[in-house]
């Protein structure tokens, strides 16, 4: 081989130093992306087939070496749509292609990728900076059950929440064995109101008037509020009260209508209640009450259901309901305000009455050979011969919200490779200097 071999092999020196420099150059350009995974070089040496006596050590040739599965840092940004995951795979995104008459679709081959910093567009879907569509699997709003099948682009409702009627109201706490107001022990009857003779025991009244609502407010205590709708999700407040009549027995009262005058209804009795020596309710036997016809304020609410399991009647020094649980079923109308990520991948839509609505379970795909997908720009593989088919499903998988993965390339790393990478390949010109100094001896002997 002799001076020509020896600068041959410093050619491919200098050419794999190159190659290595070209990685570095682009890992520290893309220290800050997001998602970003670093190229590593990866030498090989290249020997002539010869002789054992003939053997020398051959040129270098660098190729590629992928960091796919080695995962940058969790940056916190604070922003709810943004995502990062913590483990093995990728997320599953889709392009969005435009046709000449103006009308969007999305590829179904997926591309793959660990860039999370998505938002919602102005049709309600999931892109990235890259411009990339997060898919998933859609989930039915009722059920919450995600449907099989291919993952498909995610996009969340473009219309407003319908309302919800109420249909249960879930009401608990402690009744004191005293309240705080002592007239309320009396059995006194409001001037104009007959006795109710069939109800046991007796109550003060089924009803009260507008001119008759001290007497209630002076012998009852507050029993709190909630705020219930109708078919059409128009609100309206149920405000209850207790009044202990003369048997030691609790009547709770709903005001039906807050604007009521003269001797039009105001109150009405909703239900009464008895309980055992040691606090537990006996009567109504059945805790889930159903109640029909109820009213208040002019808002019809239908038939509802109130569950009154956990009410007690136990001693309590301030004389007052506690509540320990007041709730209802029902809302209002409301628009799209913004979208959740659950940590196990289930996608939210939020909404401006403060419930969130079950959308689709993001696409998260693993590889048996991940280190061989085919990287695109943007910070997408696409699937190849060596990678295999993806296979989906989250597994041991975390999806952190509210931040997204840093790149994985190190500057401090990058600059130590590039001294080193930098003196290689000064090496290696000397090496081609040495030799064309032998090969000017060589000539100026035969001169």
């Known amino acids: 081989m002799g001076i020509f071999g020896a600068m041959q092999t410093a050619v491919s020196g200098m050419a794999a130093q190159a190659y290595a420099l070209d990685n570095i150059s682009g890992n520290i350009a893309n220290s800050q992306t997001i998602g970003y995974k670093r190229i590593d070089t990866n030498f090989q040496d290249m020997i002539p087939d010869l ?13 590629s070496l992928a960091t796919n599965a080695v995962a940058g840092a969790f940056k916190s940004t604070g922003i709810n749509s943004n995502i990062a995951l913590s483990g093995d795979g990728y997320f599953a995104t889709s392009q969005k292609t435009t046709t000449t008459s103006g009308a969007s679709s999305f ?21 990235n900076g890259a411009g990339y569509y997060l898919m998933g699997y859609t989930v039915d709003p009722t059920s919450g059950m995600a449907n ?8 969340l409702p473009t219309g407003d929440m319908p309302p919800k009627a109420t249909a249960t109201i879930t009401y608990q706490g402690n ?8 007239a309320s022990v009396a059995n006194a009857l409001p001037a ?57 027995t609790y009547d709770l009262y709903y005001e039906n ?19 055992d020596g040691s ?16 009213s208040i304020d002019g808002t ?11 009410m007690s009647q136990y001693g309590d020094t301030s004389g007052q309901f506690r509540t320990t649980n007041v709730a209802q079923d029902g809302y209002s109308s409301a628009s799209l305000t913004g979208v959740y990520f659950g940590d196990k991948g289930r996608v939210y839509a939020q909404y401006s009455n403060g419930l969130q609505q079950p959308v689709a379970d993001i696409a998260v795909a693993k590889f048996n050979g991940g280190q061989a997908l085919k990287r695109l720009d943007g910070g997408v593989y696409q699937q190849s011969d060596q990678s295999g088919d993806p296979i989906y499903g989250a597994g041991d998988s975390n999806i952190l919200v509210g931040g997204l993965e840093a790149s994985n390339a190190d500057i401090s790393q990058e600059f130590s490779l590039m001294i080193a990478t930098q003196q290689a390949y000064s090496a290696n010109a000397k090496v081609i200097t040495a030799a064309q100094q032998m090969m000017t001896e060589a000539v100026n002997v035969i001169r």
């Not at 001797?263 to 909703?270: D, E, F, G, R, V």
């Not at 606090?279 to 109820?294: E, F, Q, R, Y």
């Open 51 to 63: 002789g054992l006596t003939a053997r020398i050590t051959g040129g270098v040739t660098a190729t």
């Open 107 to 127: 590829s179904t081959s997926p591309f793959f990728t660990r860039r999370g910093d998505f938002t919602l567009d102005k049709n309600k879907t999931l892109v």
């Open 148 to 155: 099989s099948g291919v993952p498909t682009t995610i996009q």
């Open 175 to 182: 009744l004191p064995t005293t309240p705080s107001n002592p």
């Open 192 to 248: 104009g109101i007959a006795a109710n003779p069939t109800a046991t025991p007796p109550v003060v009244a089924t009803t009260y008037s507008a001119n008759n609502e001290s007497t209630l407010l002076n012998a009852s205590i507050a029993g709190g509020s909630v705020t219930v709708y109708d078919a059409k999700g128009s609100p309206a407040t149920l405000q209850t009260r207790w009044a202990k009549n003369a048997s030691g």
């Open 257 to 275: 209508d807050s604007k009521a005058t003269g001797t039009s209804p105001k109150w009405t009795l909703l239900q009464n209640f008895q309980f």
């Open 279 to 294: 606090g537990n309710m006996t009567v109504p036997a059945t805790p889930k009450v159903g109640v029909s016809g109820l």
């Open 300 to 310: 019809s609410l239908g038939s509802i259901t109130i569950d009154f399991t956990g």
